[in-house]
């Protein structure tokens, strides 16, 4: 992807640095999207007695969070003394981790907590989306509708195993030409087909071949932070299919703020409670237009089947019960639009971010592990063999003789000790 995400990395940075008034340092993935471990590497490189002394933050806040993914995978192979997350079990000065994040009413969350990272919430995808789609406010849509329904279904593994039975249920609810939409019949990340696929959630595998009734999808994986002007033209209601929704998690992407940018009225299939999340950051939604009970069912199967129930209700309706609703509704989604691109939400967003980041810098500043990073020195340095390797390293980003005496004296006059 080109989108220059470190941009956003450096921003959260210096905030993170004004509230700590020295270092912190910023892990994240790259290139964007990775979730190889490998690749969660710093934003700046930093030297090794930085790396010691200062806090870390690791970024985790544009997927979902995964915990057991990566107790599984094979660890990497690295220099015996790379600084990494919680699977290598680092031993810096500061015992706690913090980890950014864009999730709520999560257990991984909760995982992580029990294992020395420190929870930092931020909605990063508002501000990326905002990013992404400023062009949009710019626009007026010329709205020249020839179909009910824009949807967008494009990777289907994994978590978003659920779209394949979407498109189905959509078939056979008789909404096929009410809605402008493709399949992949081929997985982008898997290169394998639906009908060979292993689904972890057997609920959402299908009966019906979805290509010989829908046009196959051409768009690459990172369209999602793009738009076509034409399509929101000829659609009057987007079905946003979010990245979460068999979960319990609150995880928006900038798939639900896409239609919110374009000024387009929508249905959004996520998780229970998502359009709830929507109106805490002061969005308006439709359920005084048309029927959002689809958002308090838990169920996903019964969640899914409600939103499609509600698709053919507005598909029936006569045109000036039709005429009428989706007037109201572009009255809405009118609204919305200027308020996701008002300063208002915008500093919203900030004013979280940073009041997080406190609590979780506070946390760590009493988290100090001094005793701790003696003691293992004092382990490692027992052993010649590690005494001989570190006296041949003359690079500030691996440790050195030199650089280990600095740190303890540091510490010891910390610890007020001779």
């Not at 290139?31 to 970024?59: E, R």
């Not at 439709?286 to 089947?305: A, C, M």
């Not at 509600?310 to 609703?325: G, V």
Request: glycine letters at 2%; proline letters at 6%.
């Amino acid at each position: 992807m080109t989108v220059p995400l470190d941009r956003l990395y450096h921003f959260v940075e210096d905030i993170a640095q004004r509230i700590f008034e020295d270092c912190v340092i910023i892990y994240r993935f790259y290139p964007h999207g990775s979730k190889n471990i490998n690749n969660m590497t710093q934003l700046k490189q930093h030297a090794w007695t930085a790396v010691q002394l200062c806090p870390a933050l690791y970024c985790n806040d544009q997927e979902p969070l995964d915990y057991d993914y990566y107790e599984t995978v094979e660890k990497p192979s690295a220099e015996p003394f790379r600084p990494l997350p919680h699977f290598l079990k680092a031993v810096p000065v500061y015992n706690k981790f913090l980890l950014l994040h864009s999730e709520q009413h999560s257990d991984e969350v909760k995982k992580y907590q029990q294992d020395r990272f420190i929870p930092v919430y931020w909605w990063s995808h508002a501000v990326i989306a905002r990013d992404w789609f400023r062009y949009a406010q710019h626009l007026d849509v010329k709205k020249r509708s020839r179909k009910t329904f824009l949807i967008y279904n494009r990777a289907w593994s994994g978590t978003r195993e659920y779209r394949l039975k979407f498109a189905e249920l959509v078939l056979e609810t008789g909404l096929g030409d009410q809605c402008q939409t493709s399949i992949s019949p081929v997985e982008p990340e898997l290169g394998q087909h639906y009908h060979s696929y292993q689904f972890k959630n057997p609920a959402w595998r299908t009966h019906t071949v979805l290509e010989d009734y829908f046009p196959v999808n051409t768009a690459a994986s990172h369209y999602s932070a793009d738009f076509d002007i034409d399509d929101y033209d000829s659609t009057d209601i987007e079905v946003v299919l979010e990245t979460l929704f068999d979960d319990k998690r609150w995880h928006l992407t900038e798939k639900s703020l896409r239609p919110i940018a374009l000024g387009q009225p929508f249905i959004l299939a996520g998780t229970a409670g998502s359009l709830a999340y929507l109106r805490s950051y002061g969005f308006k939604t439709f359920g005084n237009i048309w029927d959002e009970h689809y958002d308090l069912i838990t169920d996903p199967e019964k969640r899914l089947q409600a939103i499609v129930d509600l698709m053919n209700q507005i598909a029936n309706c006569t045109p000036e019960i039709r005429e009428k609703k989706l007037a109201q509704a572009q009255a809405i989604a009118d609204y919305n639009k200027r308020h996701f691109f008002s300063q208002a939400f915008f500093d919203r967003i900030v004013d979280e971010l940073t009041t997080n980041l406190k609590i979780g810098l506070d946390q760590v500043a009493h988290c100090t592990n001094y005793q701790g990073w003696l003691d293992h020195w004092d382990r490692k340095l027992a052993n010649p063999d590690i005494v001989n390797y570190l006296a041949d390293r003359h690079s500030p980003f691996s440790p050195n003789l030199p650089d280990i005496d600095h740190i303890k004296t540091l510490i010891h006059t910390k610890l007020n000790t001779p």
